[in-house]
């Protein structure tokens, strides 16, 4: 059996849990190191199941306690190569201890337990932001977060996955109407940005899910120009479960 949570999600903080025969892994460390463990013990899982953290970017609501997370556990930490190559202070600043130091390139499949873990390159303002597709107990998962566009491999791999977690992160209106200048309205709507409402909808569209009705989890909402209202609505017809701010999301499958 497969288990899985969403640990946080938002600009509070990410990170989600993936477990199988007794063993787990990371994607993103958004949170502090005790309430990374606090958030494991409440869904049930031991730190000591996890064999490695794997990063889609540096933003502190993705990355915040990975160092700490290293020098505590002395686990390895995956980032993209080219956030290695190119993220320069960024990735200095996590202070990883360098035989914790690990590198994913896109293509490549990382073993870790029964987990094999692959990235893709994703459109963010952070150097190497990437993406995960994770296989486990016979079951493929999708992460798709820190995107400001999608392109067609993407399309293709959330195809084969049997769960997908997809940025669902503004609503258009919101955003044009809500509190951030210009500026930053122009950031987060941009290519280096977030997927809103409207592009996450299109993407499952495009990748079958009103067909499939295959789970798909929404995730990275913005905590002021989103709410988890408006995005049910605008994935109505979909087999979608909200993720909001603050809250941990438990599931598990055969």
Do not use: W
Not at 26 to 51: E, M, W
Not at 131 to 150: L, P
Not at 205 to 216: L, N, Q, R, T
């Amino acid at each position: 059996m497969i288990r899985y949570s969403v640990l946080s999600s938002g600009s509070c903080g990410n990170s989600y849990v993936f477990e199988c025969d007794g063993q787990s892994i990371l994607i993103d460390a958004g949170l502090s190191f005790k309430q990374l463990q606090l958030r494991l013990q409440a869904g049930g899982y031991d730190i000591s199941s996890v064999r490695a953290l794997f990063l889609t970017h540096l933003h502190p609501d993705h990355a915040h306690c990975a160092g700490t997370f290293a020098r505590r556990t002395g686990l390895p930490v995956y980032v993209s190569k080219k956030c290695r190559l190119h993220a320069g202070a960024e990735y200095i600043a996590l202070n990883l201890p360098q035989d914790s130091e690990m590198v994913i390139e896109a293509g490549d499949v990382v073993f870790s337990g029964p987990f094999s873990v692959s990235c893709f390159y994703t459109s963010h303002d952070s150097a190497g932001s990437c993406g995960y597709i994770i296989s486990a107990c016979g079951k493929t998962f999708m992460i798709i977060t820190d995107t400001g566009t999608v392109n067609s491999q993407m399309i293709e791999d959330a195809r084969k996955a049997d769960f997908l977690f997809l940025e669902s992160n503004y609503d258009v209106q919101m955003l044009r109407h809500g509190p951030y200048p210009v500026r930053l309205q122009r950031r987060v709507a941009g290519e280096k940005g977030h997927l809103s409402n409207d592009q996450a909808r299109s993407f499952l569209f495009d990748a079958g899910f009103h067909e499939s009705g295959k789970p798909v989890y929404l995730i990275h909402l913005s905590d002021n120009n989103n709410n988890p209202s408006v995005v049910l609505d605008a994935m109505c017809g979909f087999n979608a479960f909200v993720c909001a701010r603050g809250f941990q999301y438990n599931f598990e499958c055969p």
